[in-house]
């Protein structure tokens, strides 16, 4: 019979003892020799262990998880440049600070990138979204949970495994990290985007609609096209902000920015000219109630 309460006592070779005794002179066994033999069998390997669980008293409150240590050793990571080489900063009197954006060359290779694009190519009218909220991105973007072709996923994961550790290391995170989003973002000739926060309401402070994200990253799939650069504005003096100090991030096939998705990083993209621009878009979050579910994240 399991007792109403858990027991915090091990089961000593004494009360194990008696136990089988009972239990066999219970099952009518005459062998007295063969019980007393299993007995001190029992007794010999003084078995002591933990005889009843006993029920879950209650359930402890989630709490944060701390990661492991992770090794980055081989990932080429670039720090962001230094104010002085960005000649419309040079001569502001005041004191303006570059934001804190890192760049991860070589995150995807450029088989990968150009598999990437043509699958985007060739898919995007079948597993297109249109989001109700806004327009602006209608019919441009194919999702990781959406994609069929196992192998780039698997590809996608790599690059957002590598950017992940990145952010860690850079950051010095003291909690679990994870991906909440990972999207293909096609740039026709001709767009842009607003300056913006990732997740607050810009301008303002006030959390935005995916207020939960932590760290963004952006990966360029392709650099054959005019323009499009990744625009951050720099960070003046009690945290204002200014459209004529800006950081412009040139376009490199595979490499990859990364940054905190707050208001210390507003950014844009300038407009596309040419050719059609694709980046490979990716978001972190602590908080693992926004993360991609594990079996989406390895269906690869």
Not at 26 to 39: E, F, H, K, N, Y
């Amino acid at each position: 019979k399991q007792p109403s309460m858990p027991r915090d006592k091990p089961v000593t070779c004494s009360e194990l003892t008696n136990a089988l005794f009972d239990l066999f002179s219970a099952m009518g066994c005459s062998c007295r020799p063969m019980t007393c033999a299993l007995i001190a069998l029992v007794a010999c390997l003084g078995l002591s262990f933990q005889f009843f669980s006993g029920p879950t008293l209650s359930s402890p409150t989630p709490q944060k998880t701390k990661i492991e240590t992770v090794d980055t050793s081989q990932d080429d990571l670039s720090p962001w440049p230094e104010m002085n080489t960005v000649t419309t900063l040079q001569d502001i009197n005041q004191q303006w600070k570059a934001p804190p954006v890192y760049l991860l060359p070589n995150s995807v290779s450029e088989v990968d990138a150009r598999l990437l694009i043509k699958y985007h190519r060739t898919n995007i009218e079948r597993q297109r979204i249109n989001d109700s909220a806004s327009t602006q991105f209608d019919g441009r973007i194919i999702y990781y949970d959406r994609m069929e072709d196992k192998n780039l996923k698997r590809a996608i994961y790599s690059t957002q495994e590598k950017i992940r550790k990145a952010i860690v290391q850079q950051f010095n995170l003291k909690w679990r990290l994870y991906v909440d989003t990972m999207q293909i973002v096609q740039w026709e000739p001709g767009q842009s985007h607003a300056w913006h926060s990732d997740n607050t309401n810009w301008p303002g402070t006030s959390p935005g609609a995916t207020h939960w994200r932590n760290y963004s990253s952006i990966t360029y799939l392709n650099d054959n096209f005019g323009g499009g650069e990744t625009t951050f504005m720099a960070n003046g003096p009690n945290d204002t902000y200014s459209e004529e100090k800006v950081i412009f991030v040139p376009p490199q096939l595979g490499t990859s920015i990364f940054y905190p998705s707050g208001v210390k990083t507003i950014h844009s993209v300038q407009k596309v000219m040419g050719n059609t621009r694709y980046t490979l878009a990716m978001w972190f979050t602590h908080d693992e109630r926004w993360a991609v579910p594990r079996n989406v994240l390895f269906d690869f």
